[in-house]
């Protein structure tokens, strides 16, 4: 069996605002491994990307993290001294965000900042940095490394940022790359070439990606296993192709039925009833039963666990509870 | 049958810059667009971002004032109307916009939102009004009890489903839907689209769907139109645009919308490079510097949008 990089156990998270105490994650759990994409989709706040921040410490205040373990070389993340958590972060544990135009800093070029980057993690001298920050560009694909390192982030496209911004996630020779969204704000022909990179960081290098995203399609088409995540909590998990073959959370089938495709074309969506619930009051019980069409009073009551239906696929619905699959 | 609306020639050029210390740019957002549009028929548009889709939306009902071209909306020259003519036009022709939260004035409630239209249009007043209004929300799904609640208190849905409220008030014929969708779940954005279908089919509403996401507008519209840098490089049935692709960027497009069927192995054709900026857009086929089947002839010869059979067009100087 193979070890996993990261374990997440029981992950519980608050943000204390003024309306009251927001419930971001309730008891999330999941291993990543290496050389594996992870993908864990869900809709508007359902936690994914908040996942993602607490894996780096980076949980922003009024938000924090109340209860569980983030396990990374048997170390829980969460009891590290900030030094140590500082020389992981960016270092073996990297992230990439949603909007590179946001997250690189407009008044370095992006040498500059990898430089940063590289110098912060290893004690190497800047002409050293320059030249690995060279390599890294051109392992992403960039065509002209010497020129880039001299561009300030506006002179670059999007497409062209998320790739620097990979760069530099993966200039300390990150293991583990949490990636927030990374395509969301490219177009689809840029998305696919941004993909299909990450893809091949994972095969070639070996590295674990956590694939935070909205998009079902690149969620099928990148990652190995998935975790779907609504309110803050784990419905259902296993390898991707179980997902959308043999799904078995009412949310998941939901979710999959209301994706508009060509088949569907003529007829009306399935469409999931009502909206996603406020952090704020998330049902007791099951999050989803008040908009689930199998809902009864046990759902209503009592809390599902995360139980295994089959090899590595698990699910959190009292439909498949003990002795009823 | 005839069209409702025509496009001829249709362009949009945006200048930037000027002054004393700049150039003066011009942004080429759409360049001799032609377009037939029919009753009763939903035509999408899909392409990247700065494409020019939402620039023929908002063209084609004359929210801006072209560069050059025309528009004829029930054979009328739109772009010759007098200001009042316009006005009473535009009962006809509405639009619903990407972003509710945007869109919508924080500060009216429900009931101020949805009958602007209707005060500025028509002689209602008083119970008629509020009448009508009521009845507006309950066809799009929200209930009386909304009336005077402003938009903070609502979802992401339930604002679009007010934005088409206001949209449907003054029973238009011709709804310019821009990325309607967008902002919204997957789970919410199923319920939007069966709203607009519902309503398409009930009211006979012919729709301009733009957007992004190919799956989308595969699943809703009848025709397609495809998009790239100001120019409608294909033009065709759904079918025909999804099953008969002609032109290479449209197969692009296609083979790198990731589909959601993990099974579904394909080859992907990955293009190369960028979107050209529409400030300086490449010579001949604004598509060759990308393209994996480019011929020396693509460089300098702008290609024309030809039929190919059975109404479906394409630009490409490969398809004869």
């Not at chain 1, 890294?136 to 960039?142: D, K, N």
């Not at chain 2, 099953?243 to 589909?259: C, D, F, G, V, W």
Request: glycine share 8%; proline share 7%.
């Amino acid at each position: 069996m193979r070890e996993p990089l990261i374990s997440v156990r029981d992950l519980r998270v608050q943000f204390h605002t003024y309306a009251g105490v927001v419930n971001a994650l309730n008891g999330v759990s999941f291993d990543l491994y290496p050389g594996e994409v992870f993908g864990l989709v869900g809709e508007t706040g359902c936690g994914k990307s908040v996942t993602g921040l607490a894996l780096l410490q980076l949980i922003p205040p009024p938000g924090e993290i109340v209860g569980g373990q983030i396990l990374y070389c048997g170390q829980d993340l969460r009891t590290l001294p900030p030094a140590q958590m500082r020389s992981l972060r960016g270092g073996k544990i990297a992230m990439v965000f949603q909007d590179p135009a946001a997250a690189l800093n407009p008044v370095f070029t992006v040498g500059e900042q990898m430089e940063m980057v590289i110098r912060q993690h290893r004690r190497v001298s800047r002409r050293d940095a320059r030249r690995q920050a060279a390599e890294m560009l051109r392992a992403v694909g960039m065509p002209d490394p010497l020129r880039i390192l001299n561009a300030y982030p506006h002179e670059l496209s999007g497409g062209m940022q998320q790739r620097v911004m990979i760069a530099i996630a993966l200039s300390s020779g990150a293991e583990v790359l949490v990636a927030d969204e990374p395509t969301t704000a490219l177009d689809v022909t840029i998305q696919a070439q941004i993909l299909d990179l990450l893809v091949s960081l994972k095969k070639e290098r070996g590295i674990a990606i956590l694939l935070i995203t909205h998009n079902l399609g690149v969620v099928a088409e990148t990652c190995d296993r998935v975790g779907v995540l609504y309110a803050g909590s784990v419905m259902e998990m296993g390898p991707t192709t179980a997902i959308f073959r043999e799904m078995k959370h009412p949310y998941t089938q939901g979710l999959l039925a209301a994706i508009p495709h060509a088949e569907r074309r003529g007829r009306f969506l399935s469409a999931i009833p009502g909206s996603v619930p406020s952090g704020l009051q998330i049902p007791p019980g099951c999050p989803f039963h008040p908009r689930c069409a199998f809902a009864w009073d046990e759902c209503r009551n009592e809390i599902p666990s995360l139980l295994p239906v089959d090899e590595g696929h698990w699910v959190a619905c009292h439909l498949y509870g003990r002795g009823r699959r | 049958m005839n069209a409702l609306l025509q496009a001829r020639q249709l362009t949009k050029h945006f200048s930037l810059g000027g002054g004393w210390w700049h150039r003066r740019l011009t942004v080429r957002a759409l360049e001799w667009v032609d377009l037939d549009i029919y009753p009763g028929e939903t035509l999408g548009v899909v392409g990247e971002s700065g494409c020019g889709k939402t620039t023929l939306g908002r063209c084609l009902i004359r929210l801006i004032e072209p560069t050059f071209g025309e528009v004829f909306f029930r054979g009328e020259n739109l772009l010759k109307l007098d200001r009042a003519t316009l006005r009473q036009r535009r009962r006809e022709f509405q639009m619903v916009f990407q972003n509710p939260y945007l869109s919508l004035d924080p500060r009216m409630n429900v009931l101020d939102l949805v009958e602007e239209p209707l005060r500025a249009h028509t002689d209602l007043r008083g119970r008629a009004l509020a009448d009508r209004v009521t009845e507006l929300l309950e066809r799009v799904g929200l209930a009386r009890e909304h009336l005077y609640r402003y938009p903070h208190e609502f979802s992401g849905g339930q604002l679009q489903r007010i934005a088409i409220a206001r949209a449907l008030a003054l029973n238009p014929v011709f709804v310019v839907l821009d990325e309607p969708t967008s902002a919204l779940d997957v789970s919410v954005q199923a319920q939007i689209l069966n709203l607009l279908k519902e309503l398409q089919v009930e009211l006979g509403l012919t729709y301009l769907f733009i957007s992004h996401d190919l799956s989308v507008v595969q699943y809703i519209s009848d025709r397609i139109a495809v998009m790239y840098l100001g120019r409608i490089v294909e033009l065709g049935t759904a079918e025909q645009i999804f099953s008969n692709a002609r032109h290479p960027y449209t197969q692009a497009l296609l083979s790198s919308t990731p589909l959601p069927d993990p099974q579904a192995r394909r080859s992907r054709i990955i293009l190369p490079g960028d979107v050209p900026s529409p400030l300086n857009p490449p010579p001949g086929c604004s598509f060759h510097p990308r393209c994996f089947q480019a011929l020396p002839v693509c460089a300098t010869d702008e290609p024309r949008l030809i039929d190919v059979g059975d109404n479906h067009f394409v630009a490409c100087h490969r398809v004869r």
